[in-house]
């Protein structure tokens, strides 16, 4: 960890105690404060960390005796045709969910700039809203409203001539189905950090490019996106750190079916470490999944402290 | 713009009707999306099936403790980190924001096993415990310690007030409008989690709603889709209600702390 633990080259922490020098004289104090947090995060964070890492080089199932096997559990992510799949789901899974989600987020939050659009509180709050229904819940809701015989939203798609059938039996139609739940369930959270960041954006530059008679499309590629690019990045990579970690609705509405086709990392995780016990290879599985965060986060975080330079 | 916002409502909406509808309709084709008859069945039939006044109090219990220790453990090193004069506050600093980084999925095994080492698989203890402190609330506090003028605890401090009085008096009223956001953002998340308590949990008696609720489809496979909806509006139902009366404070938070 200790190599990793630069938060950013942007990244600046306010002056410590008005500038004087640090002379530990609080030392005792401090450790008051700090205990409970720290027993706490070093227990189960930190701990488990080691942890984690120690048994992915061991085959053990939390009983018994537990052989050292080397680096055979990663050998076998990569190999195994099985796991490696459900890298290459999740990999389906980020890539189908960060580009739609933003689009969509971004294309609202404009919408709701607007200046000519009524009622604009009230929008922001409604399309908000589903980011507050867990992703279980909102599962529950979309499996009904696509059930292939009672669901509403499948009647009225077959009225307008489309035929979805069993979407979440069919393995071209589960993925962008378990997709579209947590779009859905998150496009608000993006939409409302896309609308401050827009409105950091000086008008005077949209006066200035009206002036110089600068089309609104025109507009959007050469001032809103170049202005916005740091917010845009930032939520790029958040999307893509929580689509790694899909679970919820694909555990409520598929299973990780029809034939593995939504299959994730953690759906595997979740599996192997505790229902089939394979501790070694699921805790190999979750260090793959943890060095991919890892990487999307140490960009967010460069990106981060550009932000906070750009704000002061 | 209207029709955009009720069509992406619908889940919610066929949630909220659903719940009122007799089993007949629910089953009937073609579907309806209001009920031509209000019942509250389903709202009876949900606490028969699960054990669901329970699943409900565990939801308090689990959400609400995680919430409350987390906002004073992380407060208190928060406020180490931001006011205190010590050796390697620095370090410890950059060591909790890497460790950020860290998803719970990946340390999700040993936390278990730790767990059921202390016997505390199906306990709230088990639940709460491990995530009492949190490093994203530490850092977001730390943070806004930080902005807070010096002079109220240097006057303090030569009135001869101890640190955990300023902590106590000074610092905290002053740190509502964040503990609020922070309280607000912990509790939706675990209310919400499903992973969390289907790992720290065996039996249905202590689950949480959200898992509980999963227990409905059931290997039958058929769906009973008139409880599903009527436990699912009451999961919804009490941050809804927090969402619409706190609801500027709700989307500020999400805009300001857009780092989780």
Redesign the interface.
């Known amino acids: ?1 200790t190599t ?4 950013g080259r942007g990244y600046r ?2 002056a ?3 500038g ?1 020098p ?6 005792s ?3 008051l ?2 205990l ?3 027993v ?2 070093l ?7 080691l ?2 890492l120690r ?1 992915s080089f061991t085959n053990s199932s ?1 009983f018994g005796v537990e052989e050292w096997v080397g680096l055979d559990n990663y050998v076998r992510v990569f190999t195994d045709p099985r796991i490696l799949s459900t890298l290459g789901t999740t990999a389906v899974y980020t890539v189908m969910f960060t580009p739609t989600a933003i689009v969509v987020a971004l294309a609202l939050a404009l ?1 709701l700039g607007h200046p000519r ?1 009524l009622g604009r509180g009230f ?16 599962a ?6 696509l ?1 292939p ?5 499948n ?1 009225w798609l077959r009225g307008l001539g489309i035929q979805l059938g069993n979407v979440l039996q069919d393995p071209n139609l589960a993925m962008p189905t378990v997709v579209l739940v947590a779009i ?1 369930k998150s496009f608000g ?1 993006y939409m ?2 896309f ?2 960041g827009l409105q950091e954006i000086p008008g005077s530059l949209y006066e200035a490019a009206k002036v110089d008679g600068a089309g609104p499309v025109r507009r959007f590629f050469h001032i809103t996106l170049p202005q916005l690019s740091n917010t845009l990045a ?2 790029v990579v ?1 999307a893509m ?1 929580s689509a ?2 899909a ?2 609705q694909i ?2 509405m598929t299973g990780g079916g029809p034939y593995r086709t939504t299959q994730t990392v ?1 759906m595997e ?2 599996q192997e ?2 229902k089939k016990l394979n ?1 070694g290879l ?2 190999a599985l ?2 793959v ?2 060095a991919a ?2 990487v999307l ?2 960009i ?1 975080f460069r990106f ?1 402290g550009r932000r906070e330079e750009d704000n002061s | ?1 209207l029709v955009l ?1 009720l069509l ?5 909406i ?2 909220v009707l ?1 719940a009122f509808k007799p089993a007949a309709e ?8 209001f009920p031509s008859d209000w019942t509250l069945d389903n709202f009876t039939r949900i606490f028969s099936d699960l054990p669901f006044a329970r699943l409900f109090l565990n939801s308090v219990l689990f959400a609400g403790g995680v919430t409350l220790f987390a906002l ?3 407060s ?2 928060a ?3 931001a ?5 390697g ?2 370090v ?12 719970f ?10 767990v059921a080492q202390f016997g505390w698989v199906n306990t709230y203890a088990g639940l709460i ?5 949190d ?1 994203f609330g ?1 850092f977001f506090l730390r943070q806004f310690f ?2 807070l003028p ?1 002079d109220l605890d240097n006057a303090a401090r030569i009135d001869g007030a101890g ?1 955990f009085r300023i ?1 106590r008096s000074i610092v905290l009223p002053n740190a509502v409008p964040s503990l609020l956001t922070l309280a607000i953002f912990t509790f ?1 998340n675990n ?5 969390w308590p ?2 720290f949990t065996t039996t249905p008696e202590m689950g949480t709603i ?2 509980g ?2 227990l409905l ?1 059931g290997p039958s496979g058929i ?1 009973p ?1 008139g409880t ?2 009527a436990g ?1 509006l009451i ?2 139902l009490p ?2 209600v927090m ?2 009366i706190m ?1 500027r404070r ?2 500020e938070s ?3 702390t ?2 989780k």
Do not use: C, H, K
């Open positions: 960890m990793l633990t630069r938060p922490p306010p410590p105690l008005g004087r640090r002379s530990g004289r609080q030392t104090i401090a450790i404060f700090l409970p947090a720290l706490i995060l227990a189960f964070v930190a701990w488990p960390m942890s984690a048994l939390g919408l659009l929008f922001r709050t409604a399309l908000f809203l589903p980011f507050i229904v867990s992703l279980a819940v909102a529950f809701a979309w499996t009904y409203l059930d015989q009672v669901g509403l939203l009647y859905w959270f409302v950090i609308i401050a930032f939520v958040f750190i790694l970690q679970f919820d555990y409520v953690v995780v979740y470490g505790f501790l699921a805790t979750s260090y999944l943890l965060t890892l986060s140490l967010q981060f | 713009m916002t992406v409502l619908l889940p919610v066929i949630i659903t629910i089953n009937q084709y073609p579907p309806t999306l004073v453990f992380d208190l090193a406020y180490a980190l006011r205190l004069d010590f050796r506050n620095r410890l600093l950059v060591v909790i924001v890497a460790s950020l980084m860290i998803p999925q990946a340390t999700l095994i040993p936390v278990y096993q730790l415990v491990p995530r009492a402190a490093a530490i930080v902005s010096r640190e902590f939706v209310w919400n989690d499903l992973l289907l790992v959200t898992s609720l999963t489809t769906i889709y599903m909806m699912s999961a919804v941050l809804a969402f619409l609801q709700f989307i999400v805009a300001s857009g780092l």
